[in-house]
């Protein structure tokens, strides 16, 4: 920070990463008003409660292991080795993007003058942390406990999205090299493993009460205040561009990072350090946005809960490759990821009787695993990485993205680091009996005694005369 | 407690140090705190939730029950 320039550049960054942040936060506050909107009304404050406790309790553990679990597991460990030091166990040596830096004792970890970015660029992935957590949130209300769902909050927050970021996202990562994995905006790092996650905790924590008939026919449980969802959807929407600017690097200069003697190229990258544009990204956010919400249009018969959901889903299944489709690419990939999405959900609902409340895990999981398969056809041939590109399976190279490696992607976010884990802790906490909440509660409602208690109230003071 | 006294001396040092925050060396006590406090409030939250649903489950409401409980604002 003694030339201008260079102050310049990492403050721009520093504030850069902190407005995406501030963005993202909208993200919350939408998910907060979307869950709440589509209980019923004697489930809304629990419903709220447990989205919001997710906040204190991912940054608490994102502070204290999460952050570094991502820098510590590019390398699986014992999978590929790292670029930076050669080898192939957890990355905690001296180099500069070593997890020695991001244990929370770490002096990097709080106000620093030598630091302005790691506060700003945790901060970033602990918002990415937070809507996969909710995103599990939705599917599971108004019959599981607060205490479970913050166990499982954790687990999916700072553990198992942080070790698919490392594997799939990280620049050093294994699935990158070996595989050929490319998920620019996370089609598969945050919505198929929070997707997967989700209906492995509905296949132990079964419907809510009402949901299926005798013969096993689904009702039809709709939103309550379809405002409320459609508004939050908006704001999804809205920290959802922000979260497309937080997976960029701002400026970059390419050619000494590429090791490409005399050549200097500044420009914006994406998180695997490639070049693209955030004028690029913001084409295809849109795009992607309008086809989703053309085909759930038709798809739902202008239902506006399924409509609002599509155009989401349309985002998310062109996530993984916007950062180089074209828009048209990415409209039509968005109206794919809908139509399968929608299918899915009802197929899933009617022959293995799971309820996922909000379409949750249609929306993030079944749109996300597909645009994951679809990346790998639509950018087949493209370098997985701007270092050493290479064959699949090589390790020592990064392979070019390529449908199989894609297709094995999508099996490890979804089924392996989303839908096993769920399942898995779902059934400890079921074991445990702290799942589900008694039947009794369910019926009478989570906020019962809440309500009873303002009815008294209202009642004193509606017959106080002074 | 102070790591800065004085900000001049601080910036004009040969080599500026940088974590500023008060009790530089004691961070690993304040990450157990946070572990404690983290998984403490697990602990006490899960039994104030647990007694509520026992006293709720107790009183066996009807599914329609609640809606004499809607204030009117």
């Known amino acids: 920070m003694t030339d201008e320039l260079g102050a310049l550049t990492t403050i721009f960054t520093e504030f850069y990463y902190w407005i995406t942040v501030v963005l993202m936060f909208l993200i919350h506050v939408g998910f907060c008003m979307y869950e709440v909107g589509a209980s019923r009304y004697k ?31 590019p390398t699986g460990p014992g999978l590929a080795p790292s670029i930076m030091n050669g080898s192939t166990a957890l990355i905690t040596d001296e180099s500069t993007f070593s997890a020695k830096w991001y244990v929370p004792n770490s002096s990097l970890m709080a106000v ?7 506060g700003v660029f945790w ?9 996969a957590a909710s995103i599990v949130s939705g599917a599971v209300i108004e019959r599981i406990t607060t205490f479970a769902f913050g166990i499982l909050a954790i687990a999916i927050g700072s553990v198992f999205w942080t070790i698919d970021a490392a594997w799939g996202w990280h620049f050093d990562g294994w699935m990158l090299k070996l595989l050929g ?12 493993i929070a997707g997967g996650f989700a209906l492995g905790i509905l296949v132990v924590l079964g419907p809510r009460l009402g949901k299926f008939t005798s013969s096993g026919e689904p009702r039809n449980i709709g939103p309550r205040n379809p405002w409320l969802v ?10 959802f561009w922000g979260f497309y600017a937080a997976c960029n690097i701002p400026i970059f200069n390419l050619g000494p990072e590429y090791g490409m003697e005399g050549v200097t190229y500044f420009t914006a990258t994406n998180i695997y350090v490639t070049p693209t544009t955030l004028s690029g990204i913001t084409f295809n956010f849109l795009m992607s946005l309008s086809g ?10 202008g239902d506006p809960f399924w409509t609002y959901s599509s155009g989401l889903a349309g985002i998310i299944c062109a996530s993984a490759g916007n950062d180089l489709y074209h828009p048209i690419q990415s409209m039509i990939i968005g109206m794919i990821g809908v139509v399968v999405a929608y299918k899915m959900h009802y197929w899933v609902e009617r022959k293995f009787k799971i309820d996922d409340a909000v379409g949750a895990v249609a929306v993030h999981g079944y749109a996300g695993f597909a645009g994951l398969i679809i990346c790998g056809f639509v950018l087949n041939g493209y370098p997985s990485s701007g270092y050493s590109v290479g064959a699949m399976w090589d390790g020592a190279t990064y392979a070019s993205i390529n449908p199989l490696g894609m297709f094995i992607g999508a099996i490890i976010m979804f089924f392996v680091l989303g839908m096993l884990p769920g399942w898995i802790l779902a059934k400890i906490l079921h074991g445990m009996g702290k799942l589900r909440i008694p039947r009794e509660v369910e019926i009478a409602g989570m906020d019962y005694d809440i309500m009873e208690a303002a009815r008294d109230d209202e009642k004193s003071v509606a017959s106080s005369t002074r | 407690m102070a790591t800065v006294t004085n900000w001049i001396d601080h910036l004009s040092a040969k080599e500026v140090q940088g974590a500023i925050y008060p009790g530089v060396g ?13 998984i403490g409030w697990h602990v006490i939250s899960a039994k104030q939730e647990s007694e509520k649903h026992e006293k709720l489950a107790r009183k066996r409401h009807g599914p329609n029950d609640w809606k004499s409980n809607v204030t009117d604002g």
């Open chain 1, 43 to 73: 489930h809304h404050q629990h419903t709220l409660m447990k989205n919001t406790m997710l906040i204190p309790l991912v940054t608490v553990t994102w502070f204290l292991f999460g952050w570094w679990i991502y820098w510590a597991f």
């Open chain 1, 112 to 118: 620093n003058l030598g630091d302005h970015i790691s």
């Open chain 1, 123 to 131: 901060a970033a992935f602990l918002l990415f942390s937070w809507t």
């Open chain 1, 181 to 192: 994995y490319h998920d620019a905006y996370a089609s598969g790092v945050i919505h198929a």
């Open chain 1, 230 to 239: 459609t508004v939050g959807l908006f704001l999804i929407y809205t920290g």
């Open chain 1, 292 to 301: 989703g919400l053309l085909a759930g249009y038709v798809i739902s018969k």
């Open chain 2, 26 to 38: 004691s961070e690993g006590i304040l990450v157990i705190l946070a572990f404690i406090i983290w």
